[in-house]
């Protein structure tokens, strides 16, 4: 996350202009210690109000034994350093992404939202559904079937990964989609959002990342995403994803890259793509539902 221009879009994706990024400050010692003591979180919510803990110290950099990609999606070697800051490389700026729809179809998507999907914080304080975070939730390495995903919509079997999540991991995605029920989405909604996280942030709450990007889906305060206090809650940061994806007009029939980069404005979009069959296998687990509503319903 250490990429130049890794930044995601203003909460309303309609607009053509973005904040001046804030100039990064000389730090001093002090402040470099400082930052080094707030890592990833450790725990996401059981209720939506609920922010999760920091670890008390956490070495400014260790080497890097997870995943050889960063949340960013670039490729780095296992020894690369890691800490506070992100994977400690260089790379290419992202390019602009053009508007996803004219203006006064986002106006009339917008208009027909319930209020607590145009107002994130609504979710915060409310109970999420117990059945989604009571669920066992096998890894999906030893599962005996997969979901069944049509490359109608781009899906690559080839490209899927499919790492074990650990009990961090596990319980924020139950979040996210426990948010995603509590909100009555489709369970592809819960599919994208959770491919994402994984992307952004390996569905780990980071108190830290490039420039001010924040928690599991590393959302700017400074582009309108909500204060560092509400990002770095799982429930409002996944009703802040859904928000803007809900606004995109024809989302589920979309790829996963094309809805996801909809919303985060990626420097690496095609990146999520390696993370949809986890991301489906661990919705299909929590609500119970049949393939096809894991997938796009393009064709349908």
Known sequence: MSAPDHAHRPLCPGSRTRPARPSRPSRSLTAVLAISLSAAALAGPVVAGETAAVPAAVPAAVPAVVPAAGPDGVAVALTAPFGPGGWVRNVAPARPVPPVAPAASRSAVRSRLPKALLRPQAVVGQPLPVEVLTTALAPVTVLP???????????????????????????????????????????????????????????????????DSLGLFQQRPSYGWGSPRQILTPAYAAAAFYAPLLQVPGWQRMPLTVAAQSVQGSAFPRRYARWELLA?????????????ELACTRGT
């Open 145 to 211: 079937r997969l979901p069944r995903l049509p490359r109608a919509c781009g899906f690559n079997p080839q490209v899927q990964e499919l790492p074990v999540l650990d009990a961090h991991q596990m319980h924020n995605a139950r979040t996210i989609v426990a948010v995603a029920k509590l909100l009555a989405l489709p369970p592809r909604a819960a599919v994208i959002a959770l491919a994402t996280a994984y992307q952004e942030s390996w569905i780990r709450n980071l108190a830290w990342g490039d420039r």
């Open 280 to 292: 489906a296998t661990i919705v299909g687990q929590l609500l119970h539902v049949p393939d096809r």
